[in-house]
T-cell receptor, first 112, second 113 residues
């Protein structure tokens, strides 16, 4: 089972920032937080990941709390094309591990 | 061109038939994965491969087999399809040291009647 907790659904107005929360209270010191999204029935798409520090790339920003028990994915200017299910995953994926454990994610609806 | 491709994209078959789903990648990644997705259940790992000589069972391997023909190709077979294997199937790849960053194909929608 997924080790993270996310809200089932969220709405966001087009052009506004979308802030998607995730709780990962059992995360251990060497585990990263990964975010993926899945648009309709397409293949999931990797967005961003982080360990301790906040991260930013061309798609989004990731804010991780100091105690690392929760994080927020920020889409700074949401568009209709950002409507998708967003998955937060924690894990240590070095070595021989390969199993990304996808929960049910947050269904983000961006509305005009 | 897509980095990870899957064929076929849609397939309808009958109970008991053998079926093969194929995955090819041009990313040069060593690691490849097969997942299935059922409505409301998220993705579950079927098999994964770290290189041509290495195959590993995932969470739900019963009823499936795989073949890693080359670094770029990873096939999933259902030897005798059954209706509860109706699902969306995804292939994914990753770099050797970046397993958490997986690149997914477009998926194959399989229906077993």
């Amino acid at each position: 089972d997924a080790k993270t907790t996310q809200p089932t659904s969220m709405d966001c107005a087009e052009g506004r920032a979308a802030n998607l929360p995730c709780n990962h209270s059992t995360i251990s010191g060497n585990e990263y937080v990964y975010w993926y999204r899945q648009i309709h029935s397409q293949g999931p798409q990797y967005i961003i990941h982080g360990l301790k520090n906040n991260e930013t790339n061309e798609m989004a920003s990731l804010i991780i709390t100091e105690d690392r028990k929760s994080s927020t994915l920020i889409l700074p200017h949401a568009t209709l094309r950002d409507t998708a299910v967003y998955y937060c995953i924690d894990g240590n994926y070095g070595g021989s591990q390969g199993n990304l454990i996808f929960g049910k994610g947050t269904k983000l609806s961006v509305k005009p | 061109d897509a980095d990870v491709t899957q064929t076929p994209r849609n397939r309808i078959t009958k109970t008991g038939k053998r079926i093969m789903l194929e995955c090819s990648q041009t990313k040069g990644h060593d690691r490849m994965y097969w997942y299935r997705q059922d409505p409301g259940l998220g993705l579950r790992l079927i098999y994964y491969s770290f290189d041509v000589k290495d195959i590993n069972k995932g969470e739900i391997s019963d009823g499936y087999s795989v073949s890693r023909q080359a670094q770029a190709k990873f096939s999933l077979s259902l030897e005798s399809a059954i209706p509860n294997q109706t699902a969306l199937y995804f292939c994914a790849t990753s770099d050797l040291d970046r397993v958490g960053e997986q690149f997914f194909g477009p998926g194959t929608r399989l229906t077993v009647l």
